[in-house]
């Protein structure tokens, strides 16, 4: 018995939705790492509210990968789990030992931006092959990547320009 029996969903619309969410799942596993990475390295005077923002990060990245794993389980995929398979697929790098906060945050917001580019991609992807769950998942990553890519920004302007 297949799951795709009874999700309603053409299976060949959603063979190129589940190859989207196997290199957005990629992307999010080296991005998971990356930001152990800024969370265990990150030195200087903002390194309080950015060691706790990037174990928020993590944990949210993390979280993103399972449902996106389910996702793929669910559309009849198979989720990878092998680092060296992710090193291979995604499209963002690993990134090396970073203490500086601004290149931390260059960091996180680059990563971001391609994210949301590709989310946007399989948004329309999923919607057009009436995938209104894939659609919800991705407006729900959307919503709150624009809102930390706002506060990203924000918070490493200086403020103190006159008006």
């Not at 190129?16 to 080296?30: C, E, M, N, P, R």
């Not at 999923?126 to 991705?138: F, H, K, P």
Request: one cysteine or more; aromatic letters at 8%; hydrophobic letters at 45%.
């Amino acid at each position: 018995m297949k799951t795709m029996n009874y999700l309603h969903l053409n299976a060949s619309a959603s063979d190129g939705i589940v190859a989207s969410l196997k290199s957005l799942l990629a992307d999010y596993q080296i991005f998971y790492a990356n930001l152990r990475g800024l969370h265990w390295n990150i030195q200087g005077r903002g390194f309080f509210v950015l060691h706790a923002k990037f174990e928020e990060l993590y944990n949210d990245a993390a979280a993103k990968a399972d449902e996106l794993a389910e996702r793929i389980l669910t559309l009849g995929g198979v989720p990878e789990h092998r680092f060296s398979e992710y090193l291979r697929q995604a499209r963002i790098s690993e990134a090396g030992r970073i203490t500086c906060s601004d290149e931390a945050i260059r960091l996180v917001l680059d990563t971001l931006g391609h994210l949301i580019g590709e989310e946007r991609k399989l948004l329309a992807l999923a919607s057009e092959a009436g995938d209104e769950t894939t659609v919800a998942l991705m407006s729900d990553y959307l919503a709150g990547q624009e809102k930390l890519v706002w506060m990203l920004v924000a918070s490493s302007e200086s403020g103190c320009e006159k008006h």
